[in-house]
């Protein structure tokens, strides 16, 4: 029978914070009194953490491993865990403890009882965030509301989903979704349930500056054909000064003045490429993306899922991952 609730766990290098994350997770879903399974997918990870997992599934059968062959980004490993899951409802979650696993007992409470299909799970307070991460972050929900997208302000990648949801967001055609803007966009009966977002147990974040800078341009370009609409606005202001250039020069001659003929020059031509490097590489971003969907290359490839092997009744074979024997200590 499939289990009433399947919680998804991307994990990439986690091999400081996952003796406590299990932690605190599993006395949250034992006392759900509902049917589980915890759907640890990991993302190629180059430490212990295949170890690790391998040795609390031992002891917790509720737990299952879905190994990766390569490192394939944090979105692609949610939906290498959503394609696998079978619960009635799918709980997202990081495991770096920044979304306590606590909230996910009210998140399907809210969600039985107001009958919606998703419940997002809404950072109402972000002090553990540096002032930069908190301006950025307002600036980027600010900006996708503005281009039309719809979802919860400060609604990341922690949400609950119904089995429906679930089916509907793995027919979509895109291979580079950003889950936290195409949720949104199917457009079903949703709640939100409010939390304080702590800071990283444990370990550093797999996000640095250039992997957000990535996924907020695959953001925009995914969700709204607005920014080339921007690429035609500048076009038309680059008209509006020439005219305007040329307008003064004409009225500079017939009154007699000097003017210095190169300022005016490098104003119009650096005007000019600016725009138009601007259209070309909006333009490119969209091509690319075009041309990423017409390959249609799979995002990530399953090397191992712990599920299918007891289902056959094989071991896995980890002997090249096993631990250094610290390790191994501090996970018991």
Same mark, same amino acid.
């Given at each position: ?127 553990s965030d540096t002032f930069f991460k908190r301006v ?100 038309? %202001? #680059? @008209? =509006? ?6 307008? &003064? /020069? ?6 007699? +003045?000097? *003017? ?19 259209? %070309? #590489? @909006? =333009? ?6 075009? &041309? /990423? ?6 995002? +990530?490839? *399953? ?30």
């Amino acid at each position: 029978m499939n289990p009433h609730l399947s919680v998804v766990v991307p994990m990439f290098d986690e091999e400081s914070v996952l003796p406590l994350f299990v932690e605190r997770l599993r006395p949250v879903l034992d006392d759900l009194r509902a049917s589980y399974e915890v759907v640890c997918v990991d993302d190629g990870s180059r430490d212990a953490t295949p170890a690790l997992l391998e040795r609390y599934r031992r002891a917790w059968p509720q737990l299952r491993v879905v190994r990766l062959r390569a490192n394939s980004g944090h979105q692609a490993a949610i939906s290498a865990g959503l394609a696998r899951a079978r619960g009635d409802w799918a709980v997202t979650i990081d495991a770096d403890l920044q979304d306590p696993p606590e909230v996910i007992s009210e998140m399907l409470r809210v969600g039985t009882e107001r009958g919606v299909d998703v419940v997002y799970g809404v950072r109402t307070d972000r002090s553990s965030d540096t002032f930069f991460k908190r301006v950025t972050a307002e600036g980027f929900y600010a900006v996708m509301a503005r281009l039309g997208a719809r979802g919860a302000m400060n609604a990341g990648d922690f949400r609950m989903m119904s089995r429906a949801t679930v089916d509907a967001v793995l027919a979509l055609p895109e291979t580079n979704r950003v889950l936290r803007l195409a949720v949104p966009t199917l457009g079903f009966p949703s709640a939100e349930v409010g939390y304080r977002r702590e800071e990283r147990a444990a370990g550093r974040s797999k996000y640095p500056l250039s992997k957000m800078l990535r996924l907020s341009l695959d953001a925009v370009t995914g969700a709204s054909s607005a920014p080339l609409r921007l690429a035609t606005w500048c076009g038309l %202001l #680059g @008209l =509006l000064v020439a005219f305007g250039v040329g307008a &003064f /020069a004409l009225w500079a001659k017939v009154m007699g +003045h000097s *003017v210095t003929g190169w300022a005016s020059t490098i104003v119009v031509i650096s005007g000019f490429g600016a725009a138009q490097l601007l259209g %070309l #590489g @909006l =333009l490119g971003e969209y091509v690319g993306r075009m &041309f /990423a969907a017409v390959q249609a290359r799979p995002t +990530h490839y *399953v090397a191992y899922d712990s599920l299918e092997e007891s289902a056959l009744g094989r071991q896995p074979s980890i002997e090249h991952l096993a631990p250094e024997p610290a390790v191994i200590a501090h996970a018991s």
